[in-house]
């Protein structure tokens, strides 16, 4: 499954991005119930869940985002979202999608989002 990633780009802080993972490839009917995330990865830091739909379609953030970003998703373009509000320099990273399906993990190629103060 390949994901399409897009969005990235540079803000100054208090400005907001949006970007999309977009899976083409994945069956419809398997799109809904995936759980499906976005991880970033900071330079020296460890790649770390931002947010996510777990497969029964919850949502969890991590706190440090919570307010801020939203995750959504388009079933029909089998696409989600995440909206980034009030950037802060700190959410500087490489943005990386993912999804699970079954035993199997895709990531998409990272989107670089940088936030200057």
């Known amino acids: 499954v390949q994901l399409q990633a897009s969005g990235g780009g540079s803000v100054q802080a208090g400005g907001s991005l949006k970007l999309s993972c977009r899976a083409p490839?994945?069956?419809?009917?398997t799109f809904w119930q995936s759980r499906m995330a976005w991880h970033r990865q900071a330079p020296g830091k460890q790649?770390?869940?931002?947010?996510?739909?777990?497969?029964?379609?919850?949502?969890n953030y991590q706190d440090s985002v919570k307010g801020r970003f939203t995750i959504s998703k388009d079933n029909s373009k089998k696409t989600w979202y995440l909206q980034m509000n009030s950037l802060e320099p700190e959410d500087t990273a490489v943005y990386y999608c993912?999804?699970?399906?079954?035993?199997?993990?895709?990531w998409g190629r990272g989107t670089q989002v940088t936030v200057s103060s």
């Open positions: 993912f999804v699970e399906l079954g035993s199997q993990n895709y």
């Open positions: 790649r770390e869940l931002v947010a996510e739909f777990t497969s029964a379609g919850s949502t």
């Open positions: 490839g994945m069956i419809l009917s």
